[in-house]
């Protein structure tokens, strides 16, 4: 046996860096040599700086593109390979295992027990099963109905830590200066400022236990909000998995979704407006099999637009949001949705004068529809989405960017947004059983 066994972390820049945290530090025998990234573009040839990885490391540690991982196997001796990202497919999952035990190191997936930190406050997590599932929105709507109880949530928001890590170790977003301060890309914007325009501040960044610690000195209740369809990093006392009804079976097939589906109390069915009955048979059918004891409800995500009478006979430019549409699969999304509904002469293809690193996300994903995936992760990238808008020469822009791109992107084209709101549909109503849960929770609250 040896003293320490060699390890390699695969992530994207976030469950990554917390696993690190909750599981490596405290047990110092597994010493990692490096992070391989993938995903999120821009994210490899950086570090994890020393000052984060603690005292059992004299310099940061290195991060490489996931495709060196056979030669980082070797190069490092390397003995495992702990699989740390989201929103994988089965075969993804186990391809990449197939290929770390080729290369003679073993394949190792951490779990809750782990990795998650315990509240001393009252936890709500909602979780998915697939990126763009719907679990922000709904989790917006939690925060409001908490509220309306008179408690404040302290809303702590998978980490997006994309620049210098140092500097985002605890992150607090109140107002819009915060976004500035911290040069937030449009994916983090797109998480934080739907909250900020509701009231409410939210948390992100690196070292979760301070991050966590940090929140609970203001709060009454903590809600998790997820990223893909990652499992919550703090402990929680009510579990809530979102599905989705345009992705029937994916629920079963994509890791670790699979897993918030079976730790669920309740699992919400959406867009079921949008679905075909059999999809939403097919969802109930593996709930029953793999969850038979969880409360299940049925909702959609309505579709609101600041101007609608805009749209009518308007060549038109859709941006959605950039994850939702590459990893998470989907073709299109609500802002496609309200060009059809409300008429435009055009939905305007961008693939033709797309530009850098959109036109190559075009050739990667090419399940996407005629939309624009609002790609912003360095200024680089923001710039050429800008570019690719001008290249349109639209008539209007359709923004369904949960932060509104106005903010980060110059451009004289009008632009009207479109955001998504939870509604219920059957079942037990949800803001029932969080008035339940909050009476048995919180001493006093009634």
Same mark, same amino acid.
């Given at each position: ?20 945290? #909750? !599981? ?7 010493? =990692? ?16 700086? /020393? ?15 996931? +495709? ?5 196997? @070797? ?6 390979? !702990? ?9 993804? =999952? ?5 290929? =770390? ?27 998915? &099963?697939?990126?763009?599932? @719907? ?37 607090? !977003? ?34 979760? +236990?301070?991050?966590?610690? #940090? ?6 209740? =903590? ?69 038979? #004891? ?40 609500? @802002? ?25 996300? !075009?050739? /990667? ?18 710039? +050429? ?15 369904? #960017? ?20 939870? /509604?219920? &549909? ?13 009476? /048995?929770?919180?001493? @006093?609250?009634?």
């Amino acid at each position: 046996m040896h003293s320490k066994f060699n390890c390699i972390i695969a992530g994207a820049a976030g469950r990554d860096f917390h696993d690190f945290q #909750t !599981f490596f530090r405290k047990y110092p025998e597994f010493h =990692v040599c490096a992070f391989t990234a993938t995903q999120i573009p821009f994210i490899d040839s950086r570090v994890f700086p /020393q000052s984060l990885a603690g005292p059992n490391y004299e310099s940061d540690i290195p991060i490489f593109p996931e +495709e060196q991982l056979p030669e980082l196997i @070797g190069q490092f001796e390397i003995d495992f390979v !702990f699989l740390a990202y989201s929103d994988l497919a089965y075969e993804t =999952v186990m391809h990449t295992a197939s290929l =770390v035990q080729s290369c003679g190191a073993s394949f190792v997936l951490l779990g809750p027990e782990q990795t998650q930190l315990k509240s001393t406050r009252p936890v709500i997590a909602v979780t998915a &099963v697939r990126t763009g599932a @719907g679990k922000s929105p709904l989790t917006r709507w939690i925060a409001c109905r908490l509220s309306d109880l008179g408690l404040t949530p302290g809303i702590i928001r998978h980490p997006m830590p994309y620049g210098d890590l140092a500097q985002q170790r605890c992150q607090r !977003f109140a107002t819009e200066a915060d976004l500035d301060a911290y040069d937030c890309t449009i994916e983090e914007r797109e998480e934080y400022e739907p909250y900020l325009e509701l009231g409410f501040s939210i948390f992100a960044g690196v070292d979760y +236990e301070l991050i966590l610690r #940090t929140a609970e000195q203001e709060a009454d209740i =903590v809600l998790w909000d997820g990223g893909n369809n990652d499992f919550s990093f703090v402990k929680p006392d009510l579990l809530i998995t979102v599905t989705d009804a345009l992705r029937p079976g994916h629920e079963v097939q994509y890791y670790p979704g699979e897993s918030n589906l079976r730790m669920a109390d309740v699992i919400v069915i959406n867009k079921v407006s949008a679905a075909e009955t059999a999809a939403i048979m097919q969802i109930k059918a593996n709930i029953k099999r793999l969850n038979p #004891t969880a409360e299940v409800i049925e909702s959609n995500l309505e579709i609101v637009v600041n101007q609608p009478e805009l749209i009518a006979n308007q060549r038109v430019l859709v941006i959605e949001d950039g994850p939702t549409l590459l990893h998470g699969g989907m073709a299109t999304g609500a @802002g496609y949705c309200a060009a059809i509904q409300f008429q435009a002469e055009q939905v305007i293809d961008p693939r033709a004068f797309a530009v850098g690193s959109i036109a190559e996300a !075009f050739q /990667q994903y090419p399940h996407m529809g005629p939309i624009l995936p609002a790609l912003g992760y360095s200024e680089e990238q923001r710039a +050429e989405l800008s570019q690719t808008i001008k290249g349109s020469n639209a008539d209007l822009i359709i923004d369904a #960017t949960p932060a509104g791109l106005s903010h980060v992107i110059q451009t004289s084209i009008p632009i009207v947004r479109v955001r998504y709101e939870f /509604q219920q &549909v059957t079942g037990t109503l949800l803001q029932g059983m969080i008035e339940e849960f909050v009476r /048995q929770t919180i001493p @006093g609250c009634s």
